[in-house]
Structure formats: C-alpha cells, structure tokens
C-alpha cells in the first residue's frame, strides 16, 4: 500500500512546490475535477474489492470522467443551467456509496482475520 | 489491510492496481493542491467563497456596463449643454445687435424724446395793427414759413426738429388749415416755436445767413427770435406710422 499513499504525497508536494495558478473562472471547473477523480478513484477501490477491477476501465474512467466533469460544468455554465450543482450531488453520493461500501468491506475483512488469528476457539 | 489490497502476485513488485492508484492520487493530490491554492488566494483578496464569485462578477459586469452608459449620457448631456450655451450667447450677441440697431432706428424714426444743445427759434404774427386795404398775409405766419425754416434747420444738420412741442418725423407734413398750421394731425398756433437739436453754432449761422427764411420774415416786420441753447429738450413722436399702399422692396 506504500506506492498510492507516495503517489498522493508525490501530487501534494509537486502542487506545492510547482505554483500553478488555476485561473479564477476556471477554479469552479477543477474543483468538480478533483470531485470525479474522487470518485473515479474509490470506485477503482470498491471494484477491486469486488474482485473485478480492469485497469484499462480504470484508466480511462478516470481521465474520462475527470475531464468530461469539467467540461460538462463549463458546458452548463455557458447555458446557463447549474450543472455544477447536479455534478456536485452526484459525484458526493457515489463518493458517499463507495466509501461505505469500501468501509464495510474492509471492517469484514478485519472480522474475518480476527476471528482466524483466533483461532476458531469451538472447533467449529 | 484488506486481503483484496494485499493482492501481490510477486511480493515486492507493484501490481497494476497500485500503480494505477498510485499515478490516480498523484493527479489527484496535484489538483487538489491547486484547488486549495486556488480557492485560498480567492478568499485571500476577495473574502468570499467562490460559489458568489459568478454572480459578484455579474453584477460587477452589469455595473460597469450601466455606469458605462450613465457617463456617455453624461457626456452627451455635456454636450448638449455647451452647444445650447453656444447658441445662447450667439443669440444673445444677435439679440444686441438688434437692440442697437432698433435703438438707431428709433432714434431715426423719432419716436425717443431727445434732448442736447441747438437753437430755439420764435416765430410770431406782426403785433402791430393791420392798415385799411393791407393785405393780412403779410402780418401772418404762414406754413411755408415755418416748413422754410424747418428746412433750413435740417439742411444745417439738425438732428430733431419739433414745432411747438410736434415732432417733425419722416412723414410730417405741415399744412395750412385756416388760421392754424395742420402738423402731425394737430393744430398749431402762433406763436410758433421750433426746437431744433444739433450743433448750435451750424445751425444759428444758417438761420442768420444771407438767404435765410428769417431774413424775409424780418424784412416784413415780423418778430422772430432765435436763441442758442445746451440743455434742449424734444418731445417723441406721438402719432403713429402707416404704411398701406408702400410695400419693402428688397431685390
């Protein structure tokens, strides 16, 4: 698990050090990009969980999703419909989804190798 | 860890799910960063989320474009104001000229009373009894006497001329109507006194000249008497002008 928690840390320090500067209009774009990717990204974990995680789907779920999310926002802007806030609920419940699933999954996990580290005490 | 995480087919070397996940949160962290960077020196320099910032700058927009309007409808009032300033003082320049020119013209016509220096002449029926068989016109004076005199006064310069207090104007005819001179539609009676304004040497010098009216009148014995004044005043002309049949001609 050290490779993503370096990676996470390698994007913080990189956005730290490298000072981009998202221009004003822009902010409420990439803001719902970072959301996608978010969300992308969980559902990448809850996949593998489930034991059908596809690299390729991953992938490109996530360059697609990220980048058709800010654009679909820019898009609504110019139409004047608030897409932003249809991609800002969406993308929450899908986040708020997949971490209670990813969340009960693992508390599974830790039961089961809890009860194994046990011992099975009844020899049941 | 989850046993599904800990999937490695070779211990030791990175499976495809954490690299994935590794390059994943590296975009992830980087935007993130960004975002934050971003959304901080927002609030920084604006002290508002960046939620309002569409409508603040709509509203921005929308005054800048009304304040846009307002200052071109200042500058086209301005203008407006100085063209109607132009128009003004050249009207007003007009205006004076106009009002020299009818005071010119009023002067001219006689319709001002005048006063200034010039000579006051008196002209009166012979006092002395009239002879059997005498001739009356010879102790009388008549119209063309003071029309005479009235000429001569004009032809010395004479500026104003009024005979016993009536204007003498451009369309002044003196008549005779029985005993009594007709001037201006009013009867005149002796004795006759013209009020002439002008310079009063030039004009005492024509009425004592050789061929002077005065000359005759004296010669017939009648009292006429001709005196220089500084301070002479002539009344306005109180009829009024008609012109009924003379039309402007102006080519």
Known sequence: ?124 | MSYALRGEAVPGRPTGLQLALAAALLCVGLLGTWQLRAERSIRAALRIPSQRLEELTFLLQEQARQREELESHIAALRERLSRTEEVATRDRGALQALQRRLEALRLAAGVEPLRGPGVVVELRDSPKPLAEGEDPNLVLVHYTDVQAVVATLWGAGAEAVAVNGERVVSTTGLTCVGTTILCNARRLAPPYVIVALGNPRALAAALEAEDSPLTALRAFGLPVRVATGQDLRVPAYRGGFQFRFAQVDRP
């Open chain 1, 1 to 124: 698990m050290w490779l993503p928690l370096a990676g996470l840390l390698v994007g913080v320090l990189l956005g730290l050090v490298v000072g981009v500067e998202i221009p004003l209009g822009l902010v409420k774009y990439t803001a719902i990009a970072v959301l996608a990717a978010l969300d992308t990204l969980l559902g990448g974990l809850r996949a593998q969980l489930e034991g059908r995680f596809d690299l390729v789907v991953f992938t490109s779920g996530f360059l697609v999703n990220t980048s058709f999310a800010a654009l679909l926002t820019a898009i609504g802007d110019l139409l004047g419909v608030d897409v932003y806030l249809g991609a800002v609920i969406v993308f929450s419940m899908r986040i708020f989804n997949n971490v209670s699933f990813i969340r009960r999954d693992l508390l599974r996990g830790f039961a089961r190798e809890a009860v194994q580290g046990a011992g099975q005490p009844e020899g049941r």
